[in-house]
């Protein structure tokens, strides 16, 4: 409980009347400095009682894309035996404050409130506790209290229509000598996690079980099944805040595309994330979660491409690439040889193509007799933005 501006000034008044009043034997003065004095301790009396109430939260969905609604329901309950006046109540998502005029409850009742949630900004948002306004009829005191527990909405980039791609493990080279570089056996252990509903028993990890307590199954990934690598830029020199926005809606778009698709799909930042998944609904989901709350981070000096892919994991399939228009992407050449196709997406920003490395092929091949460099082989796509950069890679061959 706390007094407000109007009721220290009351306070501040009362105190010399009543003195003066004593002090010099003025009756008028004395009652007039206790009547603003009882008013100050009346307010204080009606906010800095304890209110109990019950708060129940949902929000629903719990994941949703970037713009899209989301609505929090909010269940307010009075457990006492006497009646709760109404009262206002503030509801934080993130930074976002949303109020909530709940009305007077008689005892056990509950109210019901809808409101929507912010969602403009990309994140993972945490959506309360509920507080409690109360203030005294004069507006002399305040009290606030928090209550209830808190929801979590997950707010992810954007996913526009992408074409899955279609490129599969390298088994040979165009010359027809064999180069099958392919996991042996009939399946590959990317990752051990927890048991879903749906997931085969036979392939329950018996030993992460009996370590965690929980029940624990194997990733397992065909070699023969197609796969497809993002390379995501996260240098702050690289992207500017909007365009790395641009850049991580790109790069849902694709690799949710692949997912869904069933490629086993490996989601590698310039920061040192390296994050490979089986494909399906899960590994959509799993993608996105990541994607949600992932930020720029690494110095001027970083490298575009880490030691994890120039040398680690899963090898074949598509490589792509999601940069600014200011890094050339020449040290992918070094990667050429450990997939079938790779490309290069420069968001420039500005929507000329004027951010476009050189020394490397644009969206359109090279001519047969152009001088080969470095990055011979890496195609590059140059767009705006994202919605630009997905309309030229559903436009590839």
Not at 2 to 30: C, I, K
Not at 38 to 51: C, D, E, P, Y
Not at 73 to 90: C, I, K
Not at 299 to 310: N, T
Request: hydrophobic share 40%; aromatic share 4%.
């Amino acid at each position: 409980m706390r007094l407000t501006p109007r009721g220290l000034v009351l306070l501040a008044v009362a105190a010399p009347l009543l003195a003066f009043g004593f002090w010099g034997g003025y009756p008028m003065l004395r009652a007039l400095g206790a009547v603003l004095l009882g008013a100050v301790l009346a307010a204080i009396l009606l906010t800095g009682g304890r209110r109990t109430v019950e708060v129940r939260r949902s929000v629903y969905p719990e994941r949703v894309e970037r713009g899209r609604p989301a609505l929090a329901s909010l269940r307010v309950r009075n457990p006492g035996g006497g009646r709760l006046a109404g009262f206002l109540a503030t509801d934080a998502t993130g930074s976002a404050i949303r109020t909530v005029r709940v009305r007077a409850l008689a005892p056990g009742a509950e109210a019901v409130q809808h409101y929507e949630l912010p969602t403009t900004a990309r994140g993972r948002l945490t959506v309360g506790p509920l507080t409690l306004h109360r203030v005294d009829p004069f507006g002399l005191a305040r009290s606030e209290t928090h209550t209830g527990e808190t929801a979590t909405l997950w707010a992810h980039p954007r996913q526009l229509p992408a074409r899955a791609p279609m490129v599969g493990y390298p088994r040979h080279h165009h010359e027809g000598t064999s180069t099958d570089r392919a996991p042996r056996g009939s399946a590959q252990l990317l990752d051990v996690r927890e048991y879903v509903p749906g997931d085969e028993v036979r392939h329950l990890h018996w030993k992460a079980t009996a370590r965690t307590g929980r029940l624990m199954v194997r990733d397992l990934a065909d070699p023969e099944q197609p796969r497809f690598a993002l390379l995501l830029d996260t240098r702050p020199d690289a992207l500017t805040a909007a365009e790395f926005e641009e850049a991580v809606d790109l790069a849902a778009s694709l690799l949710g595309a692949a997912a869904r698709a069933g490629h086993h799909s490996r989601l590698v930042t310039s920061s040192g994330l390296d994050l490979s998944t089986p494909g399906g609904a899960h590994s959509v989901r799993r993608l996105l979660d990541v994607l949600c709350e992932l930020g720029q981070e690494g110095g001027r000096e970083a490298d575009l491409v880490p030691v994890s892919l120039a040398v680690g994991g899963p090898a074949g399939g598509c490589l792509v690439a999601v940069t600014g228009g200011t890094t050339p992407p020449v040290a992918l050449a070094g990667s050429r040889h450990r997939f079938l196709a790779i490309v290069v997406i420069v968001l420039t920003g500005t929507g000329d193509g004027s951010g476009a490395p050189h020394g490397v092929e644009r969206s359109e091949p090279a001519p047969p007799n152009a001088p080969s460099g470095p990055a011979t082989g890496v195609r590059v796509l140059v767009a705006e933005g994202a919605e630009e950069a997905v309309r030229r890679w559903n436009e590839l061959p």
